[in-house]
């Protein structure tokens, strides 16, 4: 019974043995020793000691990485907010957006005026009187291109009040460079008023329409000249904006642009 014993556990020894040098064997098939087996464990341990080891700060400095990317991805999409809502709050405060309708008209003897809708049949949200006559900025056009500049003062800080710039009453006027006296905002009358929605089914063009008989105006000057375009109104600053005719027959610089600056 004894000898069947050690027989049997000798066996199972053997066996074990040689599971194991088949394991870690090398590639020529040779047996390791037992100073082998050890140099082995001892190469192995080294190798977990370097896995294991770095995996302790991992966490902390990969969070932390995540946390700076958040907050990068979070103040990138809170200055696009501020800038959309920028641009936004100055279109929404005039009542006007980038596409604009323009209308120049004015009695034939009579001085320009210049109004800017946000559509045909809206009131202008900005209607001017030109001190220029109407027939003079005709020949200024039919010339070539014109450049209207109008100018108006800062108020000083101690006096500064949040007025916009489509709001101010008073502006000096300039033509392609030439001083052309004052011109003034004013509100839209009846009269204004009948003159746009004469035009209003026309989307570009000019002409005359013709002067009201019942009026004393009429006999003293005559008809009524109009222009009539959409305008690209592009917001520089609080301070400053243009208005660019869009002339979709034009290849070059558009015929007529308005400009509105505060200095």
Same mark, same amino acid.
């Given at each position: 019974m004894n000898t069947v014993t050690a027989r049997s556990s000798q066996e199972m020894s053997s066996k074990r043995h040689f599971h194991w040098t088949n394991k870690v064997g090398t590639e020529d098939g040779e047996v390791p020793t037992s100073e082998s087996f050890s140099t082995l464990i001892q190469e192995e341990k080294k190798e977990d000691d370097k896995v294991v080891a770095p995996e302790a700060p991992a %966490?902390? !400095?990969?969070?932390?990485?995540t946390r700076r990317k958040l907050q990068? +991805?979070? +103040?990138?999409?809170?200055?696009? +907010?501020l800038t959309v809502f920028n641009k936004n709050r100055l279109n929404s405060s005039s009542g006007l957006g980038s596409r604009v309708v323009g209308t120049l008209f004015g009695y034939r003897r009579g001085h320009v005026h210049f109004a800017f809708q946000k559509d045909p049949a809206s009131q202008p949200a900005f209607l001017i009187e030109l001190a220029t %006559?109407?027939?003079?900025? @005709?020949?200024? &056009?039919?010339?070539?291109? @014109?450049?209207? !500049?109008?100018e108006c003062d800062k108020e000083k800080e101690a006096e500064k009040k949040s007025v916009r710039l489509l709001e101010e009453p008073v502006w000096r006027t300039y033509c392609n460079g030439k001083k052309c006296g004052f011109a003034t905002r004013r509100e839209c009358g009846p009269k204004d008023w009948d003159v746009l929605k004469a035009v209003e089914p026309i989307s570009m063009g000019a002409g005359v329409l013709p002067g009201n008989n019942s009026g004393a105006e009429a006999g003293s000057e005559g008809e009524i &000249?109009? &222009?009539?375009?959409?305008?690209e109104r592009i917001v520089g600053s609080r301070d400053s904006e243009a208005f660019y005719m869009m002339n979709p027959d034009s290849n070059g610089a558009p015929e007529l642009s308005v400009y509105l600056l505060r200095v």
């Open positions: %966490p902390a !400095a990969s969070a932390h990485a990068a +991805v979070a +103040v990138s999409r809170i200055r696009s +907010v %006559p109407i027939s003079g900025l @005709v020949r200024e &056009m039919a010339s070539g291109l @014109v450049r209207i !500049a109008l &000249m109009y &222009m009539r375009a959409k305008f």
